[in-house]
């Protein structure tokens, strides 16, 4: 059964809620569709080669076309002459977007989601704040929960909260409209604000 843990202030397990039966239902491909979309997404299309064209140079003609008793040359800016230009080498204009529907989307994050349920790794608390701002204190919830690694979602990052998780190398913290199905499956944890939460249920 998948079921997402319900913690009280104390970050201690309170109860626990069962996901949406319309959650476990997705099937995994929707998931698989989305990460390849996103990755696709953040290539930066730099790889880029000269061709014999673009290559600087090679306006003489090296030698005689007969005479000289080897093979004959037309530049030296030849894919098969050392500093010549590639033949068939990468161009940046090559376009690696992938499409992916809304909807998708939308389910992408439901499975990936209902999957940390179903793993034990889905902790929802009423608020994720650090008042300190020190990174030991957001450390120490991470501590608590055995967390390997976590995504941390809040409604709104307030200052204190940021300061606390920019540093800790094992928890990327984030708003609720940033929140997608590459993110929830990328981290072993996911500690999301009961209002996050509960507006994803009621728009699945």
């Known amino acids: ?24 239902e997705v099937n995994s491909s929707n998931l698989y569709l989305y ?3 996103y990755l696709s997404s953040l290539r930066a299309n730099t790889a ?3 061709g014999k064209g673009e290559v600087r ?4 003609k090296p030698w005689s076309q007969k005479g000289k008793g080897g093979a004959r040359a037309g530049s030296n800016r030849s894919p098969i002459w050392v500093g010549g230009g590639v033949a068939h080498g990468p161009k940046n204009n090559r376009n690696y977007f992938q499409k992916i529907n809304k909807k998708q989307k939308r389910l992408a994050l439901e499975y990936a989601l209902n999957e940390k349920a179903e793993n034990g790794a889905l902790f ?3 608020s994720v704040s650090v008042e300190s701002g020190k990174t030991k204190d957001a450390s120490t919830i991470l501590n608590k929960l ?10 709104l990052i307030d200052e204190k909260s940021f300061l606390a998780f920019r540093n800790l190398n094992n ?3 984030i708003e609720a409209n940033e929140l997608n199905a590459y993110l929830a499956a990328a981290y072993h944890t996911i500690i999301i604000e009961k209002a996050v939460f509960e507006n994803i ?4």
């Open 1 to 24: 059964m998948s079921k997402a843990i319900m913690l009280n202030e104390k970050l201690e397990r309170a109860n626990e809620v069962e996901m949406p039966t319309s959650f476990k």
């Open 57 to 60: 140079g090679g306006g003489k």
């Open 171 to 173: 928890a990327y913290l």
């Open 124 to 126: 929802v608390v009423d």
């Open 35 to 37: 990460v390849k979309s």
């Open 201 to 204: 249920i009621k728009e699945g």
């Open 48 to 50: 880029k080669a000269k």
């Open 146 to 155: 055995g967390c390997r690694d976590a995504l941390v979602v809040k409604e």
